[in-house]
């Protein structure tokens, strides 16, 4: 936790309601998201019970699974939300727009719009990232069969999920994480991941402390937890025994649509209060001004949105249960480059992120009290364009002499360190000016800045970080698998060493006919 996050968190406890640390909103937010609220049946790995969903307040519609054990009656859920997914993904897919590549020397085509999914808290990103896994590999014919849907359904979640890793991304949020991320709250991160009392406490009712709120929120009886997971007390004395009844009245139609309709309406209790919650919490980020930079990383989950449509038009496999050793590598470095620019981006469009760094002795602000815009350097071979300014600050300088500096009013401008002088509790910075001036010997008006300008200046670039380089799989030594075994050879090797250990399974997992 940061220096001002725990400052924020003491101010809200003195306040009694949450304090803002962000003054832009970081994350995308689409104009019609889909709202999914999920539950699962507990003691069961990844059951699930119900399910609302929507793209609207008042378009809720709510999947129930009477028998959770029945994995007949699970995949019939699995077609029943693939129904609402699948229209809704397809539906983005109708325009698409050319991007320049190479320097405008050539296009490519990606769609102007995403889908965007909305859970309540990470348990929900884990729920879909499971449900993916199990039905992504499903087939419509053959031993078990399943709806066409289904598979197609598991490859999408499987692409909301991976995507929800990605840092910066936004087509699968949880709310929790999202609300979070722009306020801090008088409780622990660990009670931040209970919808209704992180909801407290920052829009608490009219009379009322975010403590208070957050207190009353934590009665299951009028505040359902969010899920997946349901309240014990509910599991044992309301759930259990609607369940059974279900199962007791299969041969009697009247008896089983009565238990039906008393199981719906248990389940659209639990779950409609934190359907409001999630609209609310949608309302409340939607009042935030976007970032500047949002728009570039919605961008990206626009490409990665078409790139796998195009796979799956294509007739591609679905996602692979594990990446081999370099996909692996390919994409932890990935996800290191997109965290790297993601946390650059925050403090680039907003001064309270900035703030942190400034703390940290990464960044500083300061007026500028002199300036020199027609300097020129001619000690090279031919002169280029070189002003210089000089920044005075209260704040610690902590970069050396020869550093590199960047400024978010200016991302395309580097600033070098040429000169420190700190005095009567001020430092002195003389900088000397490159790039996004032009090509001339003459700065453009307001390349430069001007004597009486407070600007921040940081160590963080948003400059593009290049990828690194990785070998081909064939190219990996044997301790990381090796060149690839020809498919109809690795086949014939897996199904012997199958038959000799017992298990069929030629990936290595665990024989299970549904797995």
Sequence with gaps: MSTLRALAKAQAVAAGVAQPVATVRHVHLHERPLVLVPLALAGEANAPLAAMVGTAPDEARLLVVPQPRNRDQRFRFAAELAEVVLPYVDAHREVSEAVPVDRGRDVRYRYVDAPQVLVPNPAGIT??????RSTRFRRPDGEHPVHPSVPLLGRWLTFFA??????????????????????????SAVEDLHLPALLGWIDPPPGTTGAEAAARAEDPGTHPPAGPATDPDFDNHRLAPAIAAYAEAEDDPDARAEAYATLESLLRDQLAPTWELMWRGVGLLRALPPGARVEGRWAGDRDAFTAHAEHVDAGGGPQPRRDGAVAAAV?????????????????????????????????????????????VDDSGKRPVLRP????????????????????PARPGQKARV???????????????????????LTAPPGSVPEVGERLCYTTLSDAYLPAGAFPAPEETPWTHGGPPVPAGAEAAGAATAGDAAGDPAPDGDPAEEWA
């Design 162 to 187: 991976d995507r929800a890793e990605h840092p910066g991304a936004s087509a699968l949020l949880a709310m929790t994480d999202a609300l979070t991320l722009h306020w801090a709250t008088g409780q």
């Design 331 to 375: 994409r932890l470095h990935r996800l290191e480059r997109a965290l790297t620019s993601y946390a650059v981006q925050r403090a680039y469009d907003d001064p309270l992120v900035m703030a942190e760094h400034r703390l940290t002795g990464e960044a500083f602000v300061g007026e500028v009290t002199l300036a020199d815009p027609a300097r």
């Design 418 to 440: 040429v000169f420190l002088h700190p005095a009567d509790g001020k430092t002195e910075v003389v900088l000397e000016l490159s790039g996004g001036m032009g090509r001339g």
């Design 127 to 132: 729920f879909l990232r499971l449900l993916g």
């Design 388 to 407: 210089r300014i000089q920044v005075v600050t209260t704040e610690p300088v902590l970069v050396p002499v020869g550093a590199t500096l960047y400024s």
